[in-house]
């Protein structure tokens, strides 16, 4: 299929296809006259993708992970899989952490407020 169609189908421009392309997640082939064609399953593919951005992986982190998916939602259990996601939760923590932080402090600018 060409690139815009893939577009049409996943719901995700051609510029970021051509993105996903340059980041190592994305392959295609081109025909004689330049265009690129994807493969049939690239549809499943950019899902996975998006899935995998929306959880907060790096592109860096998903091109890692892309020979752990299979089809439909999920990846393949293995040691590479897990270090990596393992790593992604890890951050999320941590972020969580400085969030609370940031709230525990703000939390003790507005009570100083309210009762002024």
Same mark, same amino acid.
Do not use: F, W
């Given at each position: 299929?060409?690139? =815009?169609?893939?577009?049409?189908?996943?719901?995700?421009?051609?510029?970021?296809?051509?993105?996903?392309?340059?980041? =190592?997640?994305?392959?295609? #082939?081109?025909?004689?006259?330049?265009?690129?064609?994807?493969?049939?399953?690239?549809?499943?593919?950019?899902t996975?993708?998006? #899935?995998?951005?929306? =959880?907060?992986?790096t592109?860096?982190?998903?091109? #890692?992970?892309?020979?752990?998916?299979?089809?439909?939602?999920?990846?393949?259990?293995c040691?590479?899989?897990v270090?990596?996601?393992?790593?992604?939760? $890890?951050?999320?923590? #941590?972020?969580?952490?400085?969030?609370?932080?940031?709230?525990?402090?703000?939390? =003790?600018? $507005?009570?100083?407020?309210?009762?002024?």
């Open positions: 299929m060409r690139i =815009g169609e893939l577009s049409r189908r996943t719901g995700v421009s051609t510029r970021l296809l051509r993105y996903y392309e340059q980041q =190592g997640l994305l392959s295609s #082939e081109r025909d004689a006259n330049g265009y690129r064609r994807y493969h049939p399953d690239a549809g499943e593919r950019v996975r993708i998006r #899935e995998l951005l929306a =959880g907060g992986l592109t860096e982190a998903i091109r #890692e992970l892309m020979p752990c998916t299979q089809g439909g939602p999920g990846l393949l259990a040691d590479h899989s270090g990596v996601l393992d790593e992604q939760l $890890t951050r999320v923590d #941590e972020q969580l952490a400085d969030l609370l932080r940031k709230k525990e402090a703000l939390l =003790g600018v $507005t009570s100083g407020l309210r009762t002024a």
